[in-house]
């Protein structure tokens, strides 16, 4: 269905050179976006990609280089001066506001207003309209931090898609939603190539980049390394040049069916028995064994996300007990309870998980500060663990005293990973793990988790993408309607199965 | 796998600079108006002087002390001058008084006048801390609620008159010296020394900033938040209540609102030095410059004649600025640190 209507280059850049703080993040890069077409651009974590559509958004207005709108040079001093052009992004890392409304997020920047007052009842119904051509079903009204995270990316979504912008920028914009979700969200992709708008589309789910986008250009160390049409080339020419020379590296290779180990005989670490959140989830059982890894699946809003918060304390459960090592757990303690219980949680938001503004080594430190020293800190103890944590997972870049949050979404994503790897708990709940990773790191993860397991802790990896659950897991218990609706267990699995039971 | 470029060029020396602007601006402030007192009046740049400017601002600093854990944590108390005045009264009411002095009261030995002091102004702080942390009224609140509880207190107590004697020790250490350094001083410099060793070489200070820096993130790394909240709390109120103690003997009296101007000043100096009112960033170092402008500010208006209601006005546009540089040197850390990936 691919009928390029692609035409005049819309958008030009030409020798675009970014530093931050006297470290390269792009430079000497080319990139042209034409009207019309959906373009798709990958590369490794930290490889730049971010950073140049930040610049294209007005985000970062100190860079070198040109840009060039509609063949006239431009340079835009913030993101009002590039929405206004025009522009609009769905950035990586949420940037809703929980506290407002769906309907004030939706229009964020755009209020309707009569003689100069907000009218909110304009501003419900309109706000209403736009959810509606995209086929989200909220109450405009609700506070947007009270959705799930796959809502709140709709909603972040519906706004800019909607907004009018020309050019359209998407940085990893599917990472949190459920398969009909993206399939909505491709089929407005291509409705809005029929207008002649322009994408840019991020993504680390090359399948999907292949299937939307007209062109595709990969990006390697700051630097733009091919372009390409995206019916010319395919998955393994893309990783190739992602990864570069003298990398022999598999992608996700899940597309056919593999077998799950059997139930297995070790003792049971933790024992969940009938728990329930009204409107949640209801009367789920379940046990975790030592020494394996357990997927828990289910589409966005299937409750698998939230089972996960509850496990680690962070929601009260209304009934039902948890055992770990056959201890009764008390999570009403909220997460220190559950940590002195033995049971540590990662979860999907990098945001509400790291300390932006303080050094990687503090982040990595903190869960286990009490066992470096229990009333003073020690440094260099605590530079020392994380400094093995880096170099183990491929953390760049790899010095532990960088503000975290200078690092790229999927760099942070480990450092929250190397917080459990020191002292490890019985129980460790991961949420999304893989969440914005590149196939490099993705592979690390699996590794890492690989090598938690063989250590003799329990793991629960709980997603909404079958790829992580399916690369990552022993055994599969899938989420559907806030009920466990079937265990795949010792017996073959493939994507199309657990999308089946789900 | 993931590679970037890192190879580490000069950092800009624009951007260093603009990443310390929290706490530039405070100590190019101070320089300057060291500079311009000591060149407009003779009298300023002296040692008696600074003997002076560290004693005016020696009660605030110790209220600022406990302020400024609590800053860290991203909350706040405005009950820290109301504390203190109830807690001096306190002890007042538990000293054997003057028989002019028509209160009826509790005498009791000094030391244990002052244990009550200190359990006082504990007990005080620990229904702010529980308010806050378990019933989850907001800081703000909860602490001008405070406020309006230790006015009570005092009121009750005093009912209108004024005490005069406090036990000897804080006698002592509230106006008397050592050589030619006031008590006073020294017990101010050791409760910033101390405030700074336990901010600083502390698992409990480390935990400060984090719940300062990201609550959430705090919490999911197992820090026992509402403990590190209700602590900074605790201390704040113990600091208040070792300052009010100690004023009752520095002004030589007991009364009433003794301790008003306290609160805008101890809250000045933790922010004008440069601690985030968002939390997280900031320190003792960053107060003790705020008290120092402060200090200066104060005592230097009064060298070169300035008119004492014109004073009160500046010292107002001075906070202003202070929290314009505060909010600006926020914007520019969340710019700065907008990675995001
Ligand atoms: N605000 C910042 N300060 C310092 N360095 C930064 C900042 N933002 C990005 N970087 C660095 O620039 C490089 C490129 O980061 P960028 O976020 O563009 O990567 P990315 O391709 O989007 O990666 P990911 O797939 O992980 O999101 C990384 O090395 C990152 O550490
Ligand atoms: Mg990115």
């Known amino acids: 269905m691919r009928t390029s209507l692609a035409g005049e280059p819309l958008l030009e850049l030409s020798g675009i050179a970014k530093r931050f703080a006297g470290v ?211 998955k393994a020419w893309l990783i190739e040049r992602m990864v570069g020379a003298g990398h022999e590296r598999l992608g996700e290779s899940h597309a056919g069916e593999m077998r799950l180990a059997d139930r297995p005989t070790a003792p049971v670490v933790m024992a969940a028995e009938r728990l329930s959140v009204p409107g949640l989830f209801e009367d789920v059982s379940l046990s975790v064994y030592a020494g394996e890894v357990l997927g828990i699946y289910g589409f966005m809003g299937s409750g698998q996300l939230e089972l996960a918060r509850a496990l680690a304390g962070k929601l009260p459960l209304d009934g039902g007990a948890v055992r770990v090592d056959g201890q009764a757990a008390r999570l009403r303690g909220g997460t220190p309870a559950a940590k002195r219980a033995g049971i540590a949680f990662v979860p999907e938001s990098r945001r509400a998980m790291l300390f932006a503004q303080e050094p990687v080594y503090r982040n990595i430190s903190i869960a286990i500060l009490e066992r470096i020293g229990r009333v003073l800190l020690r440094p260099r103890a605590e530079r020392r663990i994380a400094e093995g944590h880096v170099q183990s997972l491929g953390i760049r870049p790899a010095g532990v005293d960088r503000p975290v949050g200078q690092l790229s979404g999927g760099n942070q994503q480990k450092v929250a990973l190397a917080r459990w790897l020191t002292h490890l708990p019985r129980v460790l709940l991961l949420s999304e793990p893989t969440r914005g990773m590149d196939v490099g790191a993705k592979d690390d993860v699996v590794r890492i988790v690989r090598g938690l397991r063989d250590a003799g802790i329990g793991v629960v990896v709980v997603s909404s993408e079958p790829e992580t659950v399916l690369s990552l897991a022993d055994r599969i218990l899938v989420m559907r309607r806030g009920a466990i609706a079937r265990e795949f267990v010792g017996e073959p699995v493939s994507k199309d199965r657990l999308l089946a039971a789900a | 796998m993931t590679a970037s470029i890192a190879a580490p060029t000069r950092i800009s020396p624009w951007v260093r600079l603009r990443g310390q602007l929290r706490n530039l601006a405070p100590l190019v402030t101070l320089v300057a108006l060291i500079a311009l007192f000591s060149a407009t009046s003779p009298s300023f740049a002296t040692l008696s002087n600074l003997s002076n400017v ?52 509790l005498p009791l030995p000094g030391w244990l006048a002052i244990m009550g002091g200190l359990a006082g ?28 509880i230790g006015n009570g207190i005092c009121a009750l107590l005093v009912r209108g008159q004024i005490a005069y004697s406090v036990p000897p020790v804080l006698l002592t250490l509230g106006s008397g010296s050592i050589g030619p350094v006031p008590w006073i001083v020294v017990v101010a410099g050791l409760t910033l020394l101390v405030g700074h060793l336990v901010l600083t070489y502390t698992r409990f200070g480390r935990y400060i900033y984090m719940v300062g820096g990201n609550r959430e993130a705090a919490e999911h790394s197992g820090v026992g938040v509402k403990a590190v909240v209700g602590a900074a709390l605790l201390i704040s109120a113990l600091c208040s209540g070792a300052a009010g103690m100690l004023g009752v003997a520095y002004f030589g009296s007991a009364q009433q609102n003794q301790f008003d101007n306290y609160l805008l000043d101890a809250i000045s100096a933790v922010v004008v030095g440069g601690t985030s009112l968002f939390g997280g960033q900031g320190g003792i170092g960053n107060t003790i410059v705020g008290l120092l402008v402060l200090g200066v500010l104060n005592n230097g208006l009064d060298h070169v004649r300035m008119d004492s209601f014109l004073k009160i006005l500046i010292r107002g546009l001075v906070l202003l600025l202070a929290l314009v540089v505060n909010v600006y040197a926020q914007r520019l850390r969340a710019k700065y640190r907008s990675a995001g990936g």
């Open chain 2, 54 to 105: 560290l004693q005016q601002v020696s009660i605030t600093a110790i209220i600022a002390v406990g302020l400024t854990f609590v800053i860290l944590c991203a909350e706040i108390d405005l009950s820290v001058a109301s504390v203190a005045n109830a807690t001096g009264i306190l002890v007042a009411f538990l000293t054997v008084q003057d028989a002019s002095v028509n209160i009826p009261n």
């Open chain 2, 121 to 148: 102004c504990l007990a005080l702080g620990a229904v702010t801390a529980f308010g806050v942390t378990r019933i989850g009224i907001p800081s703000f609140i909860m602490t001008l609620a405070m406020l309006q």
């Open chain 1, 24 to 234: 390269l993040a792009l430079s000497g890069v080319d990139f042209t976006l034409r009207a019309g077409e959906v373009h798709g651009l990958v590369g490794e974590n930290g490889a730049g990609k971010s950073t140049l559509m930040k610049i294209i958004a007005g985000v970062h207005a100190e860079y070198e280089g040109e840009m060039r709108l509609d063949g006239r040079p431009v340079r835009f001093r913030n993101a009002r001066d590039a929405r206004d052009a025009g522009i609009g992004m769905v950035h990586q890392e949420l940037s809703t506001v929980p506290e407002l409304s769906v309907a004030e997020n939706v229009l964020l920047g755009a209020q309707p207003t009569r003689m100069g007052v907000v009218s909110w009842r304009r501003m419900r119904a309109q706000a209403r309209r736009q959810l509606d051509a995209f086929g989200i079903d909220v109450d405009p009204r609700a506070p947007v931090g009270s959705l799930p995270l796959g809502l709140q990316q709709m909603v972040e979504l519906a706004r800019v898609l909607l907004s009018g912008a020309r050019i359209i920028i998407l940085d990893e914009p599917t990472s949190a939603l459920s398969p009909p979700e993206v399939e909505r969200l491709f089929a407005l992709l291509a409705r809005l190539r029929e207008t002649g708008r322009s994408t840019v589309f991020i993504s680390h789910f090359l399948d999907d980049v292949l299937r939307v986008s007209d062109e595709v250009t990969v990006f390697r160390n700051g630097r733009r390394v091919e372009g390409a049409r995206a019916d010319a080339v395919d």
